[in-house]
């Protein structure tokens, strides 16, 4: 190869509704369960990927800021596998720009490996299809191969250690009257990443073993919810979901918990919103943050009430958002 292979794609971050929480198999990154989310407008990330000789060794820039050699090393994993394709070995610059109001800590391994996956497809001249692009990002994080597709969005789990079987697929538009809103109750960064905590929960507590049984039967009740557009019931069934998952790590042994007096605090404020009228259900991932599942149409009144209780700069509003997409490359 002798000219420079170079793309920029942005892809957006996804909120499960029905979480992913254990891999059955660590290496292939498979998922004990199937899972479905909601992918956002509001939060994105913005990465170009420079395949060229000039590098003597992969680059990872990240807001601006050259990145740590573990964090480098992380993403020359997930090259590797391009460049294998490719069958080339040139080194490659990565810039990534996570787009998340200030500081929200809301920042997710799930866009930032859409957004690789996508340019590296792109810069590599590779011709992956989503499906298989989405298998990609999988490698990166579990929860990226569903930002690949923009609306509702489910993952399968596939079968058994077939690697090729697992990956992320369109469940419905959400070009309806939907949206989320992510409610930032601390900004420090989380205490311990989701891929440490799912497999301490996996391997020491007793309630995960009814874990698969519930994602089963929640995925069916929630596709009911989303293809009748029951919006109270999708909240209804998200919401107990992810308490669920919070149960197993609960106990866990040691047992854990992402709970902090703050979340709990909006926990409250979302079940005093329904008392008022207002369609509103809760979900939380592995950091303290709560997002709001509600109307679109109910946003403006929902962020009004929690203003009486929460700093407005930390109320963010969400429309449902796109696939990834290419974008202007950065001047180099
Ligand atoms: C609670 O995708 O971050 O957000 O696959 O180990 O990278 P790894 O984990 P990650 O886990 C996400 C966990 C979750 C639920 C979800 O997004 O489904």
């Known amino acids: 190869m002798t000219k420079d292979f170079i793309a920029n794609y942005q892809a957006h971050t996804n909120i499960a509704l029905i979480k992913y929480w254990g891999k059955r198999n660590q290496d292939l990154m498979l998922p004990v369960t199937s899972s479905l989310s909601l992918t956002l407008e509001a939060f994105y990330t913005q990465t170009q990927v420079h395949f060229s000789k000039d590098y003597d060794e992969d680059q990872f820039i ?3 800021q050259i990145q740590s050699a573990q964090e480098r ?84 789990k596939g079968q058994g250690d ?52 519930e994602v089963a039967k929640d995925l ?21 979901n992810a308490m669920k998952m919070h149960a197993t790590m609960l106990a866990a042994n040691p047992s854990f918990s992402y709970f902090q007096a703050e979340s709990l605090k909006a926990m409250e404020a979302v079940r005093q919103l329904r008392k008022t009228g207002l369609t509103a259900y809760f979900t939380m991932d592995a950091g303290p943050n709560v997002k709001i599942i509600c109307p679109y149409s109910q946003v403006a009144a929902i962020q009004e009430k929690l203003s009486q209780d929460f700093d407005p700069q930390n109320i963010i509003v969400s429309r449902p958002g796109p696939q990834p997409f290419s974008i202007p490359l950065i001047n180099q």
Not at 178 to 206: C, D
Not at 221 to 236: L, V
Request: hydrophobic share 40%; charged share 20%.
């Open 162 to 213: 077939d690697s090729q079987s697992s990956y992320a697929h369109p469940f419905d538009e959400a070009d309806w009257d939907i949206g989320m809103i992510a409610l930032v109750v601390n900004q420090k960064a989380k205490k311990f990443s989701s891929r440490q905590a799912m497999q301490h929960t996996i391997e020491t507590s007793p309630f995960y073993a009814l874990w698969a049984e």
């Open 220 to 240: 069916e009740a929630i596709k009911a919810a989303i293809k009748a557009r029951d919006i109270q019931k999708i909240g209804q069934i998200a919401e107990h």
């Open 62 to 64: 990240l807001n601006d």
């Open 73 to 156: 090393q992380k993403i020359s994993r997930f090259l590797n596998r391009f460049r294998q394709l490719k069958n080339t070995d040139l080194k490659a610059q990565v810039t990534s720009y996570n787009h998340v109001p200030t500081a929200a800590g809301l920042a997710s391994s799930a866009s930032a490996f859409a957004a690789l996956a996508c340019s590296c497809n792109e810069a590599l001249e590779l011709k992956l299809s989503q499906e298989e692009l989405s298998i990609m990002a999988r490698f990166g994080s579990g929860s990226a191969s569903r930002s690949l597709f923009g609306g509702f969005v489910e993952w399968e």
